[in-house]
């Protein structure tokens, strides 16, 4: 069965120090995954993605994310946090085997972070 | 940037009424989905939809649910007959093929 799992229901770091939220995810066949950020009162906005390819993808606001096939991991990071990044951030996959464009995303329960001037 | 829209911000029903939950996809993709989050837990997949037909569909999108595309813009949710359980944020997402587009949501709080 799809699933995601992030380990750490909150993540705290200090401003300009490096973060990093952990995911790991299951899926039958390839995963396509996915991190969205999540501010107050506002909807999920997609960060990045990893399809195929390189296994460091860069996304929005100096964001990356390592696929870790062997160890099944997508790991969000940033080399130097901002307390702007204070936010939930949630880790998605979807199986490419599921059939086409139109899978469903598996979500994880999401991660808080919170940047400490 | 395009983005996903959707209406109310909120919604108050009562128990056994009928709700139309609205959204305005991007204007060039194609495929659509509506997802839940019930306070404190996960996001959930409700149902995908494309061409003019759901294309999956999860255990909780039961018959008292449904989706239609009236015209070329908006995509809505029905829920036909309100449940307190159906209280939850509503998440109205769409897609040109890879990454999914989320819209703002819609609070349904069932009385």
């Known amino acids: 069965a799809q699933s995601v799992a992030q380990p750490e229901d909150q993540v705290n770091v200090a401003e300009g120090n490096p973060l990093t939220v952990k995911c790991t995810y299951s899926?039958?066949?390839?995963?396509?995954l996915f991190w969205y950020v999540q501010y107050p009162n506002r909807g999920l906005q997609f960060l990045l993605k990893?399809?195929?390819?390189?296994?460091l993808v860069k996304g929005s606001y100096g964001f990356e994310a390592e696929f870790n096939k062997s160890q099944t991991s997508f790991h969000l990071k940033k080399p130097s946090a901002l307390v702007s990044d204070s936010a939930l951030y949630f880790c998605?996959?979807?199986?490419?085997?599921?059939?086409?464009?139109?899978?469903?995303?598996?979500f994880g329960r999401g991660t808080q972070l919170t940047v400490w001037p | 940037e395009p983005e996903v829209t959707q209406t109310p911000s909120h919604q108050v029903t009562q128990m056994g009424q009928e709700v139309i939950l609205r959204c305005v996809p991007i204007?060039?993709?194609?495929?659509f989905y509506w997802y839940r989050q019930i306070l404190g837990q996960k996001v959930e997949f409700l149902v995908s939809?494309?061409?003019?037909?759901?294309?999956?569909k999860s255990e909780i999108f039961d018959d008292q649910f449904s989706v239609e595309r009236p015209d070329g813009s908006n995509f809505t949710l029905k829920i036909r007959s309100t449940k307190l359980e159906d209280s939850a944020m509503y998440f109205c997402?769409?897609?040109?093929?890879?990454?999914?587009?989320f819209g703002p949501g819609t609070r349904l709080t069932v009385t």
């Open positions: 997402a769409s897609s040109e093929g890879q990454a999914q587009y």
């Open positions: 899926v039958s066949g390839n995963p396509y």
């Open positions: 990893y399809i195929t390819g390189d296994n």
């Open positions: 998605a996959v979807r199986d490419e085997n599921r059939g086409s464009t139109l899978g469903r995303l598996y």
């Open positions: 204007s060039n993709h194609l495929y």
């Open positions: 939809f494309y061409n003019n037909e759901i294309s999956e």
